[in-house]
């Protein structure tokens, strides 16, 4: 099946009203997420898929995200926020490229809807019973989505509102996974 921009725009946005639904596990979305995705998607686009092509495609935009999100982490790559794409010089790209030939595909590459993938994918260091929150994206700041920390037990879910930011308006800093570190966003 051949994906369109129109088609992965109805995916992005189904899959975000998703997870603002909270229909986004540890493990990936729930069934009844599914069947909404492939609605909306059918409603804007007038084609009928099924569970399997919204899988395959989560799959592609999944690595497609983490592939950027892997270049911007990288050393000598940056974001043109105007045209919308990982930027950095010929001798760098060659260099990344050499090593994650996944990269080429995204040289040049005009990325619309980058914040909302992170927003759909950047939280999936999360495990078990703990975190389940949105990031704002490295990219724009943008913050999506509903705040909460399960306090792992399944006993409590504290929600962050504006009340629990620091002096500087930021939201408290979440521990997710080995080393990295992440701001909540506001309730």
């Known amino acids: 099946?051949?994906?369109?921009?129109?088609?992965?725009?109805?995916?992005?946005?189904?899959?975000?009203?998703?997870?603002?639904?909270?229909?986004?596990?540890?493990i990936g979305f729930k069934l009844e997420?599914?069947?909404?995705?492939?609605?909306?998607?059918?409603?804007?686009?007038?084609?009928?898929?099924?569970n399997r092509h919204i899988s395959n495609r989560l799959r592609?935009?999944?690595?497609?995200?983490?592939?950027?999100?892997?270049?911007?982490?990288?050393?000598?790559?940056?974001?043109?926020?105007?045209?919308?794409?990982?930027?950095?010089?010929?001798?760098?790209?060659?260099?990344?490229?050499?090593?994650?030939p996944y990269a080429k595909r995204v040289r040049r590459k005009y990325i619309e809807r980058y914040d909302d993938l992170a927003f759909i994918f950047g939280n999936e260091c999360a495990q078990g019973s703990f975190a389940?929150?949105?990031?704002?994206?490295?990219?724009?700041?943008?913050?999506h989505g509903r705040s909460e920390i399960n306090s792992g037990?399944?006993?409590?879910?504290?929600?962050l509102s504006s009340d629990d930011e620091d002096d500087h308006g930021c939201a408290p800093l979440i521990r997710c996974g080995k080393g990295s570190t992440h701001r909540a966003t506001k309730a």
Not at 7 to 23: I, P, S, T, Y
Not at 132 to 143: Q, V
């Open 132 to 143: 389940s929150m949105a990031y704002p994206s490295p990219i724009s700041g943008k913050r």
């Open 60 to 100: 592609t935009l999944k690595r497609l995200y983490w592939a950027i999100k892997d270049m911007l982490n990288a050393s000598g790559f940056g974001w043109d926020a105007n045209e919308k794409m990982v930027v950095a010089t010929d001798d760098v790209w060659e260099g990344y490229i050499a090593s994650h």
């Open 33 to 50: 997420a599914y069947k909404a995705t492939i609605k909306e998607i059918h409603d804007k686009c007038e084609i009928l898929l099924e």
């Open 1 to 26: 099946m051949q994906w369109s921009d129109t088609m992965d725009n109805a995916l992005v946005d189904a899959l975000v009203e998703q997870v603002n639904l909270g229909l986004k596990s540890d």
């Open 153 to 159: 037990d399944g006993s409590e879910t504290v929600r």
